[in-house]
């Protein structure tokens, strides 16, 4: 099935098997995208190692290859949109956002393509590469030890993860890193190592070049519609006590809390419409996954038009703060605690 035929209204494509839809990156708006990406590693120094990028489910470099694996959704914009709408946050939504994406993934290859994992130096500056991979990381906001750079404090999850920040930040073109991370000696050496020791393999071939494709697009059997119903909703409790806390930021149908006149919105609504932008900054300042916030809100929601909760819409400014502001601090209280309300 060739991806002009994607068409909004007629999604039968969504029962194919993801192998038989024909996707590539050849010819989409990824293609111009890793042509700008391969300009910007040239001038970084970095020609030695040559990433083979591809399309697979998710972004990611499997250990010891150079496969950069680049999300099939982010082939087409009709499955952009899809997935969008399915899972509520898109890894890579602009020109911008793949780039950042593309200098993280880089890290991680050429971390194996040189064996850098196994210097000394490496160890002592991010940590042990054997150390176990956690996915539930609980990361403290703005420590100084870490670059940032993709959003969750990512850094934090693994010393792997911190080395492929430190060298997506090193790799940012009229990114000025020594201003930037002045006043944070650790993310400063953890730069400086990556600038003296990338600057030392300029002319390095490097000892690991496998490009083993993992879950390339082609060898998909299962479709869309198995694929985002395997991704679909967790069982999650939520406590009653959330209720409450709805009721204090909006008000209740037909009992206004001013006289003003303004015409009253559903809360629900307003959540809804909030959500996208909800899950993407949550995610960025706490450290707290797009799935869980999205299931979060979408209780809130469910709860909200249950309660027939309503706001005056001249205070629309105020409650989409009072809201943003809740849902944050119950994001830092699960990153930490392992639930909303411990
Ligand atoms: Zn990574």
């Known amino acids: 099935m060739p991806t002009e035929s994607f068409t909004r209204t007629d999604r039968k494509w969504a029962a194919v098997p993801i192998k038989e839809l024909g996707l590539t990156i050849q010819g989409t708006p990824l293609e111009p995208v890793l042509a700008e990406f391969v300009g910007e590693l040239e001038r970084a120094g970095v020609t030695r190692v040559r990433p083979v990028f591809h399309l697979s489910t998710e972004w990611g470099v499997v250990g010891g290859t150079v496969a950069i694996g680049i999300p099939f959704y982010l082939a087409h914009p009709e499955l952009t949109h899809f997935h969008a709408e399915r899972v509520g946050f898109i890894e890579g939504y602009s020109r911008a956002d793949i780039l950042r994406y593309l200098r993280h993934e880089m890290g991680h290859v050429v971390n194996y393509a040189y ?3 196994e210097q000394d130096e490496w160890a002592r500056l991010f940590g042990r590469y054997d150390q176990p991979y956690v996915e539930d990381y609980k990361p403290s906001p703005f420590s100084r030890r870490f670059v940032q750079h993709l959003p969750g404090w990512y850094a934090q999850k693994h010393p792997d993860e911190d080395w ?133 809100l979408r209780h809130l929601a469910e709860r909200a038009e249950a309660l027939h909760q309503v706001y005056p819409e001249d205070r629309e400014p105020q409650v989409t703060v009072a809201l943003t502001t809740l849902v944050s601090a119950l994001a830092m209280n699960h990153v930490h605690h392992g639930s909303y309300i411990p």
């Open 115 to 117: 064996l850098l994992h």
């Open 164 to 296: 492929a920040e430190t060298f997506a930040v090193w790799m940012t073109p009229g990114r000025d890193w020594r201003a930037e991370y002045a006043d944070w000696p650790g993310a400063l050496a953890k730069l400086e190592y990556c600038d003296q020791t990338m600057k030392a393999l300029r002319d390095v071939d490097p000892p690991v070049n496998d490009a083993e494709l993992d879950e390339d697009v082609a060898d998909l059997a299962y479709t869309l519609d198995d694929y985002y119903k395997g991704l679909a909703d967790g069982a999650y409790e939520f406590p009653r006590r959330l209720d409450w806390m709805l009721k204090s930021i909006f008000e209740d149908e037909g009992r206004p809390e001013s006289h003003a006149a303004p015409p009253r919105r559903p809360a629900s609504a307003l959540i809804r419409q909030l959500e996208p932008e909800l899950l993407a900054q949550v995610f960025r300042w706490t450290g707290h996954f797009p799935e869980g916030t999205r299931l979060l």
